[in-house]
């Protein structure tokens, strides 16, 4: 039982009770929207009921359903004892219930909420919203409200039956909604990987209209990848619905009514549900980094190919599915077997623990994280590529995703020069005869008025593409950029998410992240000065092994990156 002097707060007719730790006052486990079961499972997340009577809040919630294995699934890497022991130690796994198993059954939105010890309503302090995986929670070190969001279990549906249900992009719809003291006017989303896309996939939603949901954003190691619509992920669907005793229902998503343990076995079997939101362009100020070596985790699973023939079929099959041979070869030219071109980078013939170990270190780095980081910052020409009913000006977002996938197929890496041929049948003052009021009413809605952005309207396939030729993210917002060559551990060097060793650890990170938060700019009047990231000057931080700043321009292996950026382009996942 919670003690009587613990720190508590009122929401709506009930009174949360949580505990204070370090001059931290924690409220845990507090349920941000009813739990996705039953009949609630694959659908639109609803709002918790007016919350009641006492609550203990001094206890995490339950896990999340879920695959709780290790990154790397080889084993037997004594290598990596080094890198697990800090890690563990920066980040202590807390008591939580697991119901017995494994992960719970509860399917729990849960949200846990830290302010500074004694922290009233109406302190207006800025406020972070960690999102991360459900395994795991961690107590921050950074001293502002911070709620750590728990994702929706088994969200992501493809398929034409979740478009026709409404219940794409469910992973996205989480609400947010606490008062714990907190400026909702300086709210700022911080993940890491998956919950770093997701940051960035808000960032893009609705038109980049925040809703003043959130001020800006700060990501690591993730980022909106390219990914086929709903209606390409159609076979995962059915993949899922063929695996279970919902096989030939005359409604698949009878799905809902699955025992746990049997949706859990087939949403296993299915793997893959990607996200079916297609980019616009972002508006909020942001932070994205990288560390050096980020595909070494992904190269440590493929240890069993050795040969340039494997990593090539890897390469077609897996690593961009659908390229040509003349493409593998064109890329082999950027990211070539010698293990002294290969990541962990400036290593020369070191750590080759495989003969292709250290060249599907960098493809997948280039790949999965630096060409997406530069893509984001630098190629934001395709704002709103949008077809729509004329009948049906609420369709809009649900058929931009489908035009906007297609739209970017094949596309180079130099995408402007691509937006500004297809604009060739516009007029000169790219407003095509024909616009109605109607059109006009839908441009302004979704945020394209031409008195303000630059901006050009053509008519394809029954209605308007709309390309924004000044499209850059760091056109749009303040935006920062750092690469992390700090914890260089023997064999993975400055592998995936190493940075948050620094920024967690109470690091020269945190109180840039810290200041970002606060203020809206990493720089906090000491040390190295952190410019902007823009397309003209692509100025970016980098942390070295000694934990010192530099700052130098964001081009390195760019040649590299813009083929790995182009062909993903092409055949996204």
Same mark, same amino acid.
């Given at each position: 039982?919670?003690?009587?002097?613990?720190?508590?707060?009122?929401?709506?007719?009930?009174?949360?009770?949580?505990?204070?730790?370090?001059?931290?006052?924690?409220?845990?486990?507090?349920?941000?929207?009813?739990?996705?079961?039953?009949?609630?499972?694959?659908?639109?997340?609803?709002?918790?009921?007016?919350?009641? /009577?006492?609550?203990?809040?001094?206890?995490?919630?339950?896990?999340?359903?879920?695959?709780?294995?290790?990154?790397?699934?080889?084993?037997?890497?004594?290598?990596?004892?080094?890198?697990?022991?800090?890690?563990?130690?920066?980040?202590?796994?807390?008591?939580?219930?697991?119901?017995?198993?494994?992960?719970?059954?509860?399917?729990?939105?849960?949200?846990?909420?830290?302010?500074?010890?004694?922290?009233?309503?109406?302190?207006?302090?800025?406020?972070?919203?960690?999102?991360?995986?459900?395994?795991?929670?961690?107590?921050?070190?950074?001293?502002?409200?911070?709620?750590?969001?728990?994702?929706?279990?088994?969200?992501?549906?493809?398929?034409?039956?979740?478009?026709?249900?409404?219940?794409?992009?469910?992973?996205? /719809?989480?609400?947010?909604?606490?008062?714990?003291?907190?400026?909702?006017?300086?709210?700022?989303?911080?993940?890491?990987?998956?919950?770093?896309?997701?940051?960035?996939?808000?960032?893009?939603?609705?038109?980049?209209?925040?809703?003043?949901?959130?001020?800006?954003?700060?990501?690591?190691?993730?980022?909106?990848?390219?990914?086929?619509?709903?209606?390409?992920?159609?076979?995962?669907?059915?993949?899922?619905?063929?695996?279970?005793?919902?096989?030939?229902?005359?409604?698949?998503?009878?799905?809902?009514?699955?025992?746990?343990?049997?949706?859990?076995?087939?949403?296993?079997?299915?793997?893959?549900?990607?996200?079916?939101?297609?980019?616009?362009?972002?508006?909020?100020?942001?932070?994205?980094?990288?560390?050096?070596?980020?595909?070494?985790?992904?190269?440590?699973?493929?240890?069993?190919?050795?040969?340039?023939?494997?990593?090539?079929?890897?390469?077609?099959?897996?690593?961009?599915?659908?390229?040509?041979?003349?493409?593998?070869?064109?890329?082999?030219?950027?990211?070539?077997?010698?293990?002294?071109?290969?990541?962990?980078?400036?290593?020369?013939?070191?750590?080759?623990?495989?003969?292709?170990?250290?060249?599907?270190?960098?493809?997948?780095?280039?790949?999965?994280?630096?060409?997406?980081?530069?893509?984001?910052?630098?190629?934001?020409?395709?704002?709103?590529?949008?077809?729509?009913?004329?009948?049906?000006?609420?369709?809009?977002?649900?058929?931009?995703?489908?035009?906007?996938?297609?739209?970017?197929?094949?596309?180079?890496?130099?995408?402007?020069?691509?937006?500004?041929?297809?604009?060739?049948?516009?007029?000169?003052?790219?407003?095509?005869?024909?616009?109605?009021?109607?059109?006009?009413?839908?441009?302004?809605?979704?945020?394209?008025?031409?008195?303000?952005?630059?901006?050009?309207?053509?008519?394809?396939?029954?209605?308007?593409?709309?390309?924004?030729?000044?499209?850059?993210?760091?056109?749009?917002?303040?935006?920062?950029?750092?690469?992390?060559?700090?914890?260089?551990?023997?064999?993975?060097?400055?592998?995936?998410?190493?940075?948050?060793?620094?920024?967690?650890?109470?690091?020269?990170?945190?109180?840039?992240?810290?200041?970002?938060?606060?203020?809206?700019?990493?720089?906090?009047?000491?040390?190295?000065?952190?410019?902007?990231?823009?397309?003209?000057?692509?100025?970016?931080?980098?942390?070295?092994?000694?934990?010192?700043?530099?700052?130098?321009?964001?081009?390195?292996?760019?040649?590299?990156?813009?083929?790995?950026?182009?062909?993903?382009?092409?055949?996204?996942?």
């Amino acid at each position: 039982m919670p003690a009587q002097d613990s720190p508590s707060v009122v929401l709506d007719k009930a009174t949360f009770i949580g505990i204070c730790v370090n001059h931290t006052d924690e409220y845990l486990g507090i349920p941000y929207a009813q739990p996705p079961g039953g009949n609630l499972r694959f659908r639109l997340p609803v709002a918790v009921k007016q919350y009641s /009577r006492v609550h203990n809040a001094t206890i995490f919630g339950d896990v999340c359903p879920q695959e709780i294995s290790s990154v790397i699934a080889a084993s037997g890497f004594g290598f990596l004892d080094p890198f697990e022991v800090l890690y563990a130690e920066t980040f202590p796994t807390p008591v939580v219930n697991q119901s017995g198993l494994s992960v719970s059954k509860k399917y729990q939105n849960i949200l846990n909420v830290y302010v500074p010890e004694g922290t009233k309503s109406g302190a207006n302090l800025p406020v972070v919203i960690h999102e991360l995986s459900a395994e795991r929670s961690v107590r921050p070190t950074v001293n502002s409200p911070q709620h750590l969001i728990y994702r929706v279990a088994f969200g992501f549906v493809p398929g034409q039956e979740a478009k026709d249900a409404g219940i794409t992009n469910l992973g996205l /719809r989480d609400p947010i909604h606490p008062k714990f003291g907190g400026d909702k006017s300086r709210v700022t989303m911080w993940g890491a990987n998956s919950g770093s896309i997701s940051a960035e996939f808000q960032m893009l939603n609705n038109g980049s209209n925040s809703e003043g949901l959130f001020s800006g954003a700060w990501m690591q190691s993730g980022f909106p990848i390219p990914l086929n619509a709903y209606s390409d992920l159609q076979g995962t669907y059915d993949i899922l619905v063929n695996a279970t005793s919902c096989q030939g229902s005359s409604d698949s998503l009878d799905l809902r009514q699955l025992p746990f343990e049997e949706l859990k076995l087939a949403v296993s079997a299915a793997q893959r549900f990607g996200s079916n939101r297609s980019p616009v362009e972002p508006k909020q100020g942001g932070a994205d980094s990288c560390t050096e070596d980020e595909g070494v985790i992904g190269a440590l699973n493929l240890t069993s190919i050795t040969t340039d023939d494997e990593t090539a079929a890897w390469l077609r099959d897996e690593g961009l599915s659908g390229l040509s041979m003349e493409q593998v070869e064109q890329s082999f030219a950027q990211y070539p077997s010698d293990p002294a071109a290969g990541s962990p980078f400036g290593t020369d013939d070191l750590y080759a623990i495989t003969p292709q170990y250290k060249c599907l270190a960098a493809l997948i780095g280039g790949i999965e994280y630096h060409g997406q980081r530069r893509f984001f910052l630098n190629h934001k020409p395709i704002v709103w590529g949008m077809q729509w009913s004329r009948a049906k000006e609420d369709e809009t977002t649900e058929r931009s995703s489908e035009l906007s996938t297609k739209s970017l197929a094949g596309w180079p890496a130099n995408v402007p020069d691509v937006a500004t041929r297809m604009l060739d049948d516009a007029k000169e003052d790219r407003q095509p005869a024909g616009i109605d009021e109607r059109d006009r009413r839908i441009l302004r809605s979704n945020k394209a008025n031409p008195n303000t952005t630059k901006h050009g309207v053509g008519r394809r396939n029954r209605g308007f593409l709309v390309v924004d030729l000044s499209g850059n993210t760091s056109g749009y917002q303040n935006a920062w950029s750092y690469l992390s060559k700090e914890f260089k551990f023997p064999f993975i060097s400055a592998l995936d998410l190493s940075d948050l060793l620094n920024i967690w650890g109470s690091g020269d990170l945190t109180d840039r992240l810290i200041n970002f938060v606060a203020h809206g700019d990493p720089n906090n009047g000491s040390g190295i000065f952190w410019p902007q990231w823009t397309i003209h000057t692509l100025h970016q931080l980098n942390v070295q092994n000694d934990s010192s700043f530099t700052m130098e321009d964001d081009t390195f292996r760019s040649e590299g990156i813009n083929l790995m950026m182009a062909l993903n382009i092409q055949f996204p996942e």
